[in-house]
């Protein structure tokens, strides 16, 4: 049996094919998996609901009279010695992270440290922050025990 160079060129192409459709495959894993960096304060009503990526942040102040919603199922990791600041300033702040007995609202660390603590300052609007189904998990750095403070 001979095998022709048009041959062994369309096997060589299938190979080709395969290998690159594999690596887009891998490449688009590794992206959907992403945490969601969180850079910025909380200024503005707010709603954080993607269930499939992890929430990360050093630590963040919810001001301007501006709400944070964390939807049920939603991870938030906090880095090493951060904190949420809710009311922090002179104007209002509300957190809202209201979870399910099945899909509760998580909060971690993102490292191997623990993060601070969750602060309700006198700007913030007590009345309309809710932690209801909310895992506090691996907080407390700096104190012998996860802070949650009003």
């Keep these: 049996m001979t095998v022709s160079n048009s041959t062994v060129l369309i096997r060589k192409a299938a190979i080709i094919a395969m290998a690159l459709v594999m690596a887009l495959a891998v490449m688009g894993l590794n992206q959907a998996q992403a945490d969601i960096q969180i850079t910025e304060n909380i200024t503005e009503d707010t709603v954080w609901d993607d269930t499939t990526q992890p929430y990360v942040m050093r630590g963040i102040s919810i001001y301007n009279d501006a709400t944070l919603t964390?939807?049920?199922?939603?991870?938030?990791r906090i880095d090493h010695g951060g904190s949420i600041n809710v009311g922090l300033g002179s104007y209002n702040g509300t957190l809202v992270a209201e979870g399910t007995p099945q899909n509760p609202v998580v909060f971690t660390r993102s490292g191997e440290t623990p993060w601070a603590s969750i602060?309700?300052?006198d700007n913030a609007t007590a009345s309309r922050s809710i932690l209801k189904n909310c895992i506090f998990d691996n907080g407390g750095y700096n104190y012998s025990h996860m802070v949650v403070s009003a």
Excluded: A, H, K, L
């Design 119 to 121: 602060n309700f300052y």
């Design 70 to 76: 964390i939807m049920p199922g939603v991870e938030v």
